[in-house]
């Protein structure tokens, strides 16, 4: 058994008042108790006293096969196997060294990650949701990823396909993409009504479709297809960004989970054909930091995820800078840090046994040296990494 001491335990959802000593045994949660609980001699002791307990974070949209640099995923045809594999555990690696400990991947190529994921060639990295190829259009964003497909047979098929592989997620492309060039990221790729037919299909099968869609278009039809899940949802139209109130409304009423995707890495350029659709959004990256919020704020569940692995701009391991975004937009840190435990965990389809600090749950923990209530910034100061009850990292 190992006791964990430190000067709060943030629980996935509030700091619990008076906690200071949690309990891991056997890969579980044993105990949250008071600071003053006496821990029995025979149990192996961290003490923290600076230092903040959190579940470990979850990290609700990554590439993994993708690899940070330009054109990562336009490259993923010219790779083996095994290269993909070794990018995978690599990607992985680098999200851990970030303090997340559970990730959801949305596009491979030709289905590597849920391969890998059912090989699991190694232990001691993060838990993997996937969805396997994005489903899009004929010619559409991601189509070289494989998961092209047109008509309503060929979509069913492709929901099928990813019920039989083991898919935890659908994943549609429902418009286009930013860094895909020739494709209309204000424009619809898929229409309302296949929408509703995929929705439909993955529902019978068990299985959650998200959708990805900066267009206002987009996100409307998916909206009124009953998705599960909205990514990126930046509500672009042909010259500016605008956030109708009904749609706003109709997320929070629905419970559709928005991940905006934040987190740049710092000081990364966009290439000009994306610098200038960006131009065109409006105000910049602060004013969507603050939609955002405003989103939250109007009853939108919100979660963290980083598009990691896509882009110079978005690599592994960028969740903790995802966090510090919402807080520099307005939200409360409390709310901002559940988007990257409990709440995203929630929607990763695991949050029976992960994204909270709570007896019985799986023991994802990590430790940050401050406390991020009063310094976010110390959620970049990782200190001890637990992952399933063991001890990966700690600093001395």
Do not use: N
């Not at 996935?12 to 029995?40: H, K, M, Q, W």
């Not at 439909?200 to 996100?219: D, E, K």
């Amino acid at each position: 058994m190992l006791a964990l001491r430190i000067a709060r335990v943030f629980d996935g959802r509030a700091v619990v008042e008076g906690a200071g000593v949690v309990f891991v045994d056997g890969g579980r949660i044993a105990g949250v108790e008071a600071a003053g609980f006496g821990i029995p001699t025979d149990v192996e002791v961290l003490d923290r006293p600076s230092g903040t307990l959190l579940p470990g974070l979850v990290d609700a949209h990554v590439h993994l096969v993708g690899d940070g640099e330009p054109g990562a995923l336009e490259r993923l045809g010219e790779l083996s196997q095994d290269d993909l594999f070794g990018t995978i555990e690599r990607s992985l690696r680098t999200q851990l060294a970030a303090g997340v400990t559970t990730v959801r991947d949305l596009g491979d190529v030709a289905w590597s990650v849920l391969d890998w994921r059912a090989r699991r060639p190694r232990t001691g990295l993060p838990t993997v949701v996937a969805s396997g190829p994005p489903v899009t259009s004929r010619g559409g964003p991601c189509r070289h990823m494989g998961g092209e497909a047109s008509g309503r047979d060929e979509l069913r098929a492709a929901v099928q396909e990813r019920a039989e592989r083991g898919a935890d997620v659908v994943k549609i492309m429902a418009g286009g993409g930013m860094p895909t060039p020739g494709s209309s990221v204000d424009q619809g790729q898929l229409t309302a009504e296949e929408l509703a037919l995929v929705v439909r299909q993955a529902h019978a099968a068990g299985l959650p479709v998200t959708a990805h869609a900066h267009a206002l278009v987009s996100i409307r039809d998916a909206i009124a297809a009953g998705v599960d899940g909205i990514e990126h949802c930046t509500f672009l139209t042909a010259d500016s960004a605008h956030v109708p109130e009904e749609a706003i409304a109709a997320l929070a009423a629905q419970g559709i989970v928005v991940c905006p995707t934040l987190g740049r890495g710092p000081g990364a350029v966009p290439p000009p054909h994306l610098m200038e659709r960006m131009r065109k959004a409006g105000p910049g990256y602060d004013a969507l930091r603050r939609r955002i919020v405003r989103a939250h704020l109007a009853g939108v569940t919100i979660v963290s995820g980083t598009d990691g692995g896509i882009s110079p701009g978005t690599p592994h391991g960028s969740l903790p800078r995802a966090v510090m975004d919402l807080v520099s937009g307005g939200m409360a840190a409390a709310d901002a840090l559940a988007t990257a435990t409990s709440v995203a965990a929630r929607a990763c389809g695991l949050g029976d046994r992960k994204g909270r600090v709570r007896t019985g749950y799986d023991a994802d923990l990590v430790v940050v040296d401050g406390d991020p209530f009063t310094d976010m910034a110390a959620l970049t100061r990782l200190d001890v990494t637990v992952l399933g009850g063991q001890v990966l990292s700690c600093r001395s």
